[in-house]
C-alpha cells in the first residue's frame, strides 16, 4: 500500500520567532541547517562554524569569496557582477529566506518583491501630464556594511551587534573602488550579484520611501521605486529646478546618504513619449514602437522572403545588441526569441491587443507548432522534490535519451515512470538537460543520488494538456512562496488552530494513508491538483490526522 508524507516544516511566523531567539552564532547556524534541511532533506551537507567565520570576513581571500565578470550596459559602458561562490552562496541563499520573513515590502517598491513587476511599476503613472525619472547613483556600492550592521539591529530584526557583525560580513565584500576607512582598511559594501543584495537594498530603502511617499503626498503627485530607478509622475509640473519639490527632494535622497545620477535625470511631457522602466505609459502601459516595428519588420520578411533571409537579418542586429553575451560560436534561436518577444508584449499589453494578436497570428503562420505555447499560459499544479515524489507514490523515475525520431523541446533527455498500471512520460526543463546528459553517458549512483535530492517534478497544465516536467527549482504560480512553503504553511495554520498540538509536536512527521481516503481507482493527477487548490479541506486533513492518532 502506497503511503505519503507530509513534513510540516517552518512557515514565515515560525522563521521570524526563531530569528528573535538569536543569541549566538551557533544559533544562526542552526537555523540555516534547519532551513537547508527543510528544502534539500535532512541528508544534505551541513554549514559548518568554521565556514561562517571564514565567510563573514569580508577581507579573507575575495578572490575564494566572489567572482568577478562584467555584461553590458544598454546605455553603453559595462556592468561588474559579483557572484558569490561554493558554500557563501548557498549560505545566502538561506539568509535570504530569513530576509524575506522579517520584511514586508513597501508600497513604492516594485523591484525585487515577489508579485509585482515592470509593468506594475509602468502602470502607477499612465496618463498623467509630467513623468520624471532619475536614478540613484552607484546604488549597491553605496551601501556599506557599516550601515547593514545597523539596520540589523533595528526592528524587525533586533540582533545583537555580535550578530549583526556576522551576517553583515556575509553579506557585503571589499569595496571594488580600493575606499578605505578612518582605520586604513578597505570598507565593505553590498555586492551586486548576491542572493542577498535586492532585497537588503529594499530594507534599506524603507525610510527613504516612507519619506518619499510622504513628499508624494503633499504635492499630490505618485512615488514608486524599482531598484535604484525613481519615478514620480503629476498632473502639474512640480518638477522646476529649483522647485521647493525637487529642493525637498535632493535632501531626503541626500539624507538618506543616497547620491541623484544627474545624467540619467529627465522630465517627460505629455506631449512626447513617455517611458518607465522602458515602458510606454502616455495612454497605457505598452512597449516602444522600435519593439513593435522590429518585429513587425523581421516577421514580414519571414513570411515574405523565407527564414533563411529572415535569419540573417536578425543575427546580425541580435548580436550587435549591447545585452547579448556571446558564448563561443553559438548562434541564437530565432523561434525562441520571437516566442520570447511575443510572451513578454502579451504581459505588457494583454491577451486581447490588436497589435499582439496581428504579430502573434503571423508567427503562428509560420510556426504553427508554437501555437499551443501563446495560445495558454503554463500552470503548475503540483511541485514536489524528486525523491519525495518517489517515496511518496512508490514508484521511480528513469531517465533516458530521447528517441531520435521524438524530437520536442530543446532537451535531448526525457523520464518515465509508471503509476498503477499507466506509463507516464517526464519533460525535462533545459536546465537540467546538461546535468541528466552528464549521467546518463557515465552512469553514477552517487551523482543520481544528490540529483534525486535537487531536481523536482511537477505536474504542469497548458490548456486540456497535462504533463509532467523536471525543473531545478520548485515551480509554482504564486511567486512570493513556494507550493511547498505554501502548503506546509496552510497545514500548519490549520492544525495548530483545531488541534491544539503544541509546536514541538506539531513539527513532527505526518504520515498520511492517502488510500484509505480515497477509492482505490484513484485519479493521482486529480489528488495532486487538489492539494494545490485554495479551497482544499483542511476537515479531511484533520481526520485523516485523528485516524494516525488513534
Known sequence: MSRTFISVGMNKQQIIEKVRGLKTKVDLLNLLNALKRDDLGKDCYRFTLNQINFYCNPNHNPSRRYKDFTIPKKSGGVRTISAPKGSLKSILTYLNVIFQAMYEPSEAAMGFVPG????????????????????????????????????????????????????????????????????????????????????????????????????????????????????????????????????????????????INGSKTRLQKSGQRQEVTGLVVNKKVNVTRDYYRDLR?????????????????????????????????????IVAVVSGKLLYMKMVMGEESTAYLSLKNKFISLC??????????????????????????????????????????????MGTFVLGEEKHVVAINIRCDSIIDKYLSAPDDKLMKGLRKRLYITLSERGSERFWLVTIARM???????????????????????????????????????????????????????????????????????????
Open 116 to 259: 509585482r513587476s515592470i509593468a506594475d511599476n509602468a502602470a502607477m503613472h499612465v496618463g498623467r501630464n509630467y513623468v520624471f525619472n532619475t536614478d540613484l547613483k552607484d546604488f549597491f556600492p553605496s551601501i556599506h556594511q557599516a550601515r547593514i550592521w545597523k539596520m540589523l539591529q533595528l526592528k524587525p530584526f533586533s540582533l545583537s551587534t555580535e550578530l549583526a557583525s556576522v551576517i553583515a560580513g556575509l553579506c557585503c565584500m571589499q569595496d571594488p573602488n580600493g575606499t578605505v576607512d578612518k582605520s586604513g582598511k578597505i570598507i565593505g559594501v553590498l555586492p551586486q550579484g548576491s542572493p542577498c543584495s535586492p532585497i537588503l537594498t529594499n530594507i534599506i530603502c524603507r525610510n527613504l520611501d516612507r519619506k518619499l511617499l510622504g513628499l508624494a503626498k503633499r504635492f499630490n503627485i505618485r512615488y514608486t521605486r524599482y531598484a535604484d530607478d525613481i519615478t514620480f509622475s503629476s498632473d502639474y509640473n512640480v518638477f522646476q529646478e529649483g522647485s521647493e519639490f525637487m529642493k525637498e527632494f535632493t535632501r531626503i535622497v541626500t539624507e538618506q546618504r543616497f547620491k
Open 297 to 333: 519588420s523581421l516577421l514580414y520578411i519571414w513570411q515574405r522572403y523565407g527564414k533563411e533571409q529572415a535569419y540573417a537579418k536578425f543575427c546580425i542586429r541580435y548580436k550587435e545588441s549591447k545585452t547579448y553575451k556571446r558564448k563561443q560560436n553559438e548562434m541564437p534561436d
Open 368 to 413: 504553427p507548432e508554437q501555437k499551443q505555447i501563446l495560445d495558454t499560459n503554463l500552470h503548475y499544479l503540483a511541485s514536489y522534490r524528486l525523491d519525495e515524489f518517489e517515496r511518496a507514490f512508490n514508484t521511480q523515475v528513469v531517465f533516458a535519451y530521447k528517441p531520435q525520431n521524438r524530437v520536442v523541446g530543446k532537451s535531448k533527455t
Open 476 to 550: 509554482n504560480n504564486e511567486h512570493s512562496r513556494s507550493f511547498n512553503e505554501s502548503y506546509k504553511a496552510k497545514v500548519r495554520n490549520e492544525i495548530e488552530t483545531n488541534s491544539g498540538e503544541p509546536v514541538d509536536v506539531i513539527d513532527s512527521m505526518y504520515e498520511m494513508d492517502v488510500y484509505d481516503c480515497f477509492p482505490e481507482n484513484i485519479d493521482i493527477d486529480g489528488l495532486l491538483s487538489e492539494f494545490v487548490k485554495s479551497e482544499f479541506d483542511f476537515n479531511t486533513l484533520n481526520s485523516w490526522d485523528k485516524i494516525r492518532k488513534n
